[in-house]
């Protein structure tokens, strides 16, 4: 067997080859795609196909990645087939809010803030109404009428037969 440091040095000299990108493999994307995602690493450590894996700090570009208000995970590495992995778990909204101030974001099952950038829309339900809360891209709620909504998305969301009856809910505040 090669010594450990053989090994180490091995490891810290190899070359990435190619960069492979997945999101959610298992479920719908909505916000994000693999062109998107490329563009933010080639931002940051331009394009790492040659480059040495010594040379690329994969816990940085994580870190920056999981700034992104649609990533709820990620996960970066170089395989030792050289193969730079960069794998993304997207939020998953459970609701879209339309508030008073005219803007529309969509809530994850945390109730962490998502922009509604492109425009999208799934299939989830509707609030609109009394909600003041503004849009702070990727944090989380913190209105009581805003973690009401959530808590009715979700319980909504999780019974087929509800989330069937439901398409928008308008919220009203009491005086």
């Not at 180490?8 to 995602?37: D, G, H, M």
Request: with cysteine; proline share 4%.
């Amino acid at each position: 067997f090669p010594s450990h440091d053989k090994f180490c040095s091995a490891s810290k000299n190899r070359i990435v080859k190619e960069t492979e990108i997945t999101i959610n493999k298992n479920e719908a994307t909505y916000f994000l795609n693999t062109s998107a995602v490329a563009e933010i690493l080639r931002k940051s450590v331009g394009n790492p196909s040659g480059m040495a894996a010594a040379d690329i700090n994969t816990q940085s570009i994580e870190a920056l990645l999981m700034k992104n208000p649609f990533v709820k995970k990620a996960e970066a590495y170089i395989g030792l087939d050289g193969v730079f992995k960069i794998k993304i778990e997207e939020r998953k909204p459970v609701v879209m809010v339309e508030n008073t101030h005219g803007e529309s974001y969509f809530l994850d099952t945390q109730g962490v803030m998502i922009p509604n950038r492109n425009n999208s829309f799934p299939d989830v339900l509707i609030a609109s109404g009394q909600i003041t809360e503004k849009l702070k891209p990727g944090k989380q709620i913190s209105q009581l009428a805003s973690k009401e909504v959530l808590r009715l998305s979700t319980f909504i969301a999780s019974d087929s037969l509800w989330n069937a009856q439901f398409q928008q809910v308008d919220i009203v505040t009491g005086k």
